[in-house]
């Protein structure tokens, strides 16, 4: 009896010990290793993203196409520890936004993330802070060698706390979209793709067209660093993705699988059409089929076959094919066409998805159209419309906001000498 009495003791002393091993074990160091890899390379994107867009751009304003992105990944890293991630992943608010619960992290730390419980809350945290880092990054290219970098960085915080974070809880925070209409998205068809597009050309349209566009050539200057670009988006598409798995798991293998198949179906099929309608394949045409590619798979990447997302990225590389080369005569100056490849891209994608999805290939997924579902293309288009509206309006308010206060457009002198100079009194080239 007394031996017993001392087990039962021992097991008291030490059970804030045992309870803490408990909780702890829940924590899958594989799962950790693969978020922790993943996060690292969806950061790589957003500089890839800086020498994709900054290739394209003219020589006078290499530099601050490029620091338009670099400069986001500091900024908007800080925001996300401070109010980003509480209004997306806080505690849900009426399935509109989150909670300040977790306001400058107060309450998140290496305990598990209750959105994925088998990695630390700080890790799922960050993952998703990188995401919130390349979406704004992408709209810059609809107004690059045009805007004021103050008031870019103001509008860049102002659409990151007021658009990004509550659609984003919307889809994945467990917000409306996610939770009661039930749209699928797996990693940023309609949070990223679709609204940086629909931001990007409302910014445009108000920012006005670039001088001498579309009569004065403006051609990229330095295309083998946009190839460069195109090669880092693809390689940190792998985290963007697969990492979306949350887990080091066969859906992980799945969606990287679906990643890179999409890409090279893209690609493909974008130097095809380019070689047929313009008579010449272009490098600069097989990059922006291939991220045409990744956008388009992104929203299905966990939901559907290898087989699927060969379609998938054949449609995504002939319709952005078609809708950046119908630019011109619509009259719009995206400088970057961030509409006719993350627009008309995450739409197909999502839109896609609503067509393809198997829950043979994710049980945790729906069924689309081609297996027997049409519910989930129409609850797709729901979600797709809302996401448009609301980052319309909201993308529009920002700007005349800002417009009206500080100005968003560099001088025409200072725009004939470039950002590079005007903005940040330095030059991307010496020689």
Partial sequence: MKSKTCIFSVLLLFSPVIAAAAEASTIDTGDTAWLLMSTALVMLMTPGLAFFYGGMSRQKNVLGTIMHSFILLCVISVVWILWGYTLDFGPDKAGIIGSFAWFGLSGVGQEPAPMAPTVPHLLFMMFQGMFAVITPALITGAFAERIKFSSFLVFSILWVTFVYAPLAHWVWGGGWIGTKLGALDFAGGTVVHISSAVAAITAAVVI????????????????????????????????????????????????????????????????????????????????????????????????????????????????????????????????????????????????????????????????????????????????????????????????????????????????????????????????
Avoid at 242 to 265: I, K, Q, R, Y
Avoid at 360 to 373: I, R, S, T, Y
């Fill in 208 to 431: 006005g067209k670039r001088r001498g566009y579309p009569h004065e050539p403006m051609h990229p200057h330095n295309l083998p660093m946009t190839i460069l670009g195109a090669a880092l988006l693809w390689f940190g598409w792998f985290g963007f993705n697969a990492g979306s798995a949350l887990a080091a798991n066969g859906l992980a293998a799945l969606a990287f699988v679906t990643t890179n198949t999409a890409a090279g179906a893209a690609a493909t099929a974008w130097v095809v059409a380019e070689w047929m309608h313009r008579k010449k394949p272009t490098a600069l045409g097989a990059v922006s089929g291939a991220v045409a590619g990744l956008v388009a798979i992104t929203p299905a990447a966990g939901f559907v076959s290898p087989m699927s997302a060969i379609l998938i990225g054949i449609g995504g590389g002939l319709l952005c094919y078609i809708a950046v080369n119908l630019k011109p005569k619509l009259g719009y100056d995206d400088s970057l066409d961030v509409l006719g490849i993350h627009g008309v891209g995450g739409t197909w994608g999502a839109i896609a998805t609503g067509l393809f999805a198997s829950t043979a290939v994710n049980p945790a997924g729906k069924n689309g159209l081609f297996f027997g579902d049409s519910s989930l293309l129409v609850t797709q288009a729901l979600a797709i419309l809302a996401t448009y509206l609301f980052v319309f309006v909201f993308t529009l308010a920002i700007l005349k906001a800002i417009d009206w206060t500080m100005g968003l457009r560099i001088s025409e002198e200072d725009e004939v000498t470039g950002l590079d100079q005007t903005q940040h009194g330095e030059s991307g080239y010496s020689f």
